[in-house]
């Protein structure tokens, strides 16, 4: 099994930064990828962003140029640092890891709300 905690999220005004953080544990080797979802009110949960082990990144369009993704092997924690935040960002995210080829997720963080507002 693995344990996945996230930390970072908040209240920001539009254009501002936040940086997230998800802490693993547990049954860790067996994984291959991490990333983060985010579902917005009334919305479907969509991928933000992901990296595997290898180091390769994924972002999810609409955050492209604002948003990265990245991990610390040592500490076995993955980091989003999310800038230019807009309004539209407003939503859980959900810190996920995978275990398989496909890179879909087997394990899910609590969530952590960001909202973004004047």
């Known amino acids: 099994q693995v344990q996945l905690v996230e930390s970072g999220g908040g209240l920001v005004q539009p254009g501002g930064s936040l940086r997230l953080a998800c802490v693993a544990s547990g049954t860790i080797v067996s994984l291959n990828v991490m990333g983060w979802y985010r579902q917005a009110p009334g919305k479907q949960r969509e991928l933000v962003a992901r990296?595997?082990?290898?180091?390769?990144?994924r972002h999810a369009d609409s955050v492209k140029g604002r948003f990265t993704i990245s991990r610390d092997n040592a500490k076995n924690t993955v980091y989003l640092q999310m800038n230019s935040l807009k309004p539209e960002d407003t939503a859980v995210y959900y810190c996920y890891a995978g275990a398989g080829l496909s890179y879909t997720p087997d394990y899910w963080g609590q969530g952590t709300q960001v909202t973004v507002s004047s």
């Open positions: 990296i595997t082990n290898g180091g390769s990144t």
